[in-house]
């Protein structure tokens, strides 16, 4: 909650870089543009966050986990479709010369959405209806041309500029182009998994929003390869997922509506076309409120027919609403069989898995066995190929072989071939198996959006002992810091020992602990509730030297309610907090609450 006349997003900004969770990179140097720095609270929180998604989608889910190049040559790109579509609109300010994304000048200044979904003459005439003018200068862009401008930064390998290449926009494509090993770690079988978790690059036009459009950011991504005529998720195990769907069909619609409904009945009635995406949808809603995103605030938005990326099908994006706005946190895409396709006829290797069947089975196969004799001497060094030719047209089109001669394409060339030369005939055949080019269902997550979200989602503000408290109510999952550990009196000596052996005691555990002991008591929760900590310890002479065992208090952040527990007790009491297997009411019940400043 932002304090009064302070904007959601400015309350983020001021605790972010008080608080050390995040903040502009190179200050020094005045700042760059969608570069971000995360501080010592925001490392934490993101790692965890990292660290929940991993242990959901990887360990879970029995997939595969790699680590590959930001780096990649430019025929990867050429084969994905990034050189030719992977472009935002960009218009020029005439005056300034500040340079703008176009379809978010529209969705700031009208009341349209989704802008980005729009071709470009639409967009140009709607500058022009609305008097749009540059945020910059306040020139008029009516009349600038809107042009496409590809996002990846482009770079060299090696010395020179024989090699280009870029730094990748997506962590997917070094997933994509492994595929031929990944397959063999999956003992090539389908489907399976594999994730990833790094750095991507976007030279955005106008970044913007903090962590929420920025140009180097951290994705976690999974490809989840299927075959698609033999594999279907276990929907059972979230078909009964309540969720909130926006669907384009609503979007279009004067009167549409949010959807409430479950992932079952969606996947049934057809709203959400692929079993796949269901189930991801129902895995990540579940995941996203474990890691404390409010779900009053959230829900899934499918892609306009024009906002979809060259190689989805179909796309639906999490939204989190963030001082008024929805923001992508996350996409769900079933991209086809496209992406490895695309790399099968760019690259030198085998982009296919072999399906083995139950039993064997005798099909008819069009087969041709051309006469090299005659094409040699006739077509010279394009011999070759032209059996090729023939042989794939034999296989697509048997009939074309009905006439005296067939006719086929190689590179720009037609050659032509005597059917008695070209010997086609249909054969039956025994086959174990066949190859299959699987099909591609993505869960991407944008990390550093999930940690804008849950900061956002997160704060509160109450009183405690009458005056006013902010704090964030992360989830213990994520939370930078698990437990704070302090002595009641910071001068006394053997409060502050045992305080100290009491925190190494907990990092020895497995927790990540702040010693804290500046400050009155009441100052060190508060710096603690700010920045998240969901439990603090604090060493007291009653539990030093009470009549029973040795104790301390463990307050819990929300309530700032306490109890006293034993020590022998303390890391037990801890791991099942922070594990939600037991509610600090059940700790209250079991042990003595404690009435002690909040």
């Known amino acids: 909650m932002p304090a009064e006349g302070a904007s959601e997003s400015e309350a983020i900004a001021e605790l972010a870089k008080r608080r050390g969770f995040f903040f502009g990179a190179a200050g020094a140097y005045g700042g760059v543009g969608g570069f971000y720095t995360y501080g010592p609270q925001g490392a934490s929180l993101k790692r965890n966050v990292e660290d929940a998604w991993r242990e959901r989608f990887a360990v879970q889910e029995g997939n595969l986990e790699i680590d590959g190049p930001t780096v990649m040559p430019e025929p990867v790109f050429e084969a994905s479709g990034h050189l030719d579509g992977f472009d935002d609109m960009l218009v020029e300010c005439p005056e300034c010369g500040e340079s703008h994304r176009a379809d978010h000048l529209i969705e700031d200044s009208t009341g349209i959405e989704e802008a980005e979904s729009l071709p470009i003459p639409e967009v140009e005439e709607l500058i022009a209806e609305h008097d749009l003018a540059c945020p910059n200068c306040g020139a008029p862009l009516a009349g600038e041309p809107v042009e496409e401008f590809n996002l990846m930064f482009d770079t060299t390998i090696g010395p020179g500029s024989s090699t280009p290449g870029y730094l990748r926009p997506e962590?997917?494509?070094?997933?994509f182009v492994e595929f031929p090993r990944l397959k063999e770690y999956a003992r090539n079988r389908l489907p399976f998994g594999v994730t990833q978790i790094g750095r991507a690059y976007r030279n955005e036009i106008s970044p913007r929003k903090s962590l929420v459009r920025t140009r180097e950011f951290t994705q976690a991504e999974l490809e989840q390869f299927i075959d698609p005529e033999r594999d279907e998720p276990d929907l059972s195990t979230v078909a009964d997922r309540e969720v909130e769907l926006y669907p384009a069909s609503e979007q279009v619609d004067d009167d549409g509506k949010i959807l409430q409904t479950t992932i079952g009945e969606a996947v049934e009635a057809g709203v959400i076309g692929s079993a796949w995406v269901g189930y991801f949808l129902g895995v990540a809603d579940e995941w996203y409120e474990s890691v404390g995103v409010d779900m009053d605030r959230f829900r899934f938005r499918q892609h306009l027919s024009g906002e979809r990326a060259h190689y989805a099908a179909d796309c639906w994006d999490a939204e989190a609403e963030v001082d008024g706005d929805w923001i992508e946190i996350a996409g769900f895409a079933y991209r086809g069989d496209y992406d490895l396709s695309k790399h099968a006829e760019h690259a030198n290797d085998d982009f296919t898995v072999f399906q083995q069947y139950d039993e064997p089975k005798v099909v008819e196969r069009a087969v041709v066995d051309p006469d090299m004799s005659v094409l040699g001497p006739e077509f010279g060094g394009a011999a070759a190929g032209v059996a090729d030719a023939l042989q794939e047209l034999a296989e697509r089109d048997p009939e074309a072989f009905d006439g005296e001669e067939v006719t086929v394409e190689v590179g720009d060339s037609e050659y032509s071939v005597p059917t008695a030369v070209a010997d086609f005939r249909i054969e039956e055949q025994t086959e174990s198996g066949k190859h299959v080019t699987p099909h591609v269902v993505e869960p991407s997550f944008g990390v550093d959006r999930t940690v804008y979200t849950l900061v956002a989602h997160a704060m509160r503000e109450d009183?405690?002992?009458?005056?006013?408290?902010?704090?964030?109510?992360?989830?213990?999952?994520?939370?930078?810091?698990?437990?704070?550990?302090?002595?009641?009196?910071?001068?006394v000596d053997d409060l502050t020992d045992r305080a100290r052996e009491l925190a190494s005691q907990l990092r020895n555990a497995g927790f990540t602990v702040v010693y804290d002991d500046s400050g009155s008591i009441g100052r060190r929760y508060r710096r603690q509730d700010?920045?998240?900590?969901?439990?603090?310890?604090?060493?007291?002479?009653?539990?030093?030297?009470?009549?029973?065992?040795?104790?301390?208090?463990?307050?819990?952040?929300?309530?700032?309610?306490?109890?006293?527990?034993?020590?022998?007790?303390?890391?037990?009491?801890?791991?099942?907090?922070?594990?939600?297997?037991?509610?600090?009411?059940?700790?209250?019940?079991?042990?003595?609450?404690?009435?002690?400043?909040?």
């Open 530 to 598: 700010e920045v998240g900590t969901p439990f603090c310890v604090t060493v007291d002479r009653d539990g030093l030297e009470g009549d029973g065992p040795e104790s301390v208090t463990v307050r819990e952040r929300d309530s700032a309610a306490q109890a006293r527990v034993p020590v022998d007790a303390l890391v037990a009491v801890l791991v099942d907090l922070r594990a939600g297997t037991r509610a600090f009411d059940d700790v209250l019940d079991e042990y003595d609450r404690v009435a002690t400043e909040a």
């Open 171 to 175: 962590t997917a494509q070094g997933i």
């Open 463 to 491: 009183e405690v002992d009458g005056e006013t408290r902010t704090y964030l109510d992360l989830s213990p999952t994520v939370a930078p810091t698990d437990v704070g550990v302090f002595p009641l009196v910071s001068n």
